[in-house]
């Protein structure tokens, strides 16, 4: 049994490790309360942009249509999600 407990922890840290844009989630969820009120008062764009990144993890899409996927939430989600250096560079 020890050996598949191994082989079953290697599998899911590979996967978890492979997960796309987790970095960026992470970050997004680690922005402050301050850091989101310095843009706007309103906490739903910053749960949207979260929501849209973690969509497009679990779709797999490209950085460019994810790109996109963010600017179509409006100017106030692009400020936030410059926030992240990974999106300031893109956006």
Do not use: C, W
């Not at 191994?6 to 590979?14: I, R, S």
């Not at 301050?34 to 679990?58: F, L, M, W």
């Not at 106030?76 to 999600?81: D, G, L, P, R, T």
């Amino acid at each position: 049994m020890g050996r598949f407990d191994e082989l079953f922890t290697e599998a899911d840290g590979a996967f978890n490790a492979n997960e796309k844009y987790k970095v960026e989630i992470d970050q997004l969820k680690g922005l402050s309360k301050e850091e989101i009120a310095s843009i706007t008062p309103n906490t739903e764009d910053h749960a949207a942009i979260i929501k849209v990144v973690e969509q497009a993890s679990k779709d797999n899409i490209s950085r460019a249509e994810l790109v996109g996927n963010i600017k179509a939430l409006g100017d106030v989600a692009v400020k936030i999600a410059k926030k992240i250096p990974e999106f300031a560079a893109l956006l």
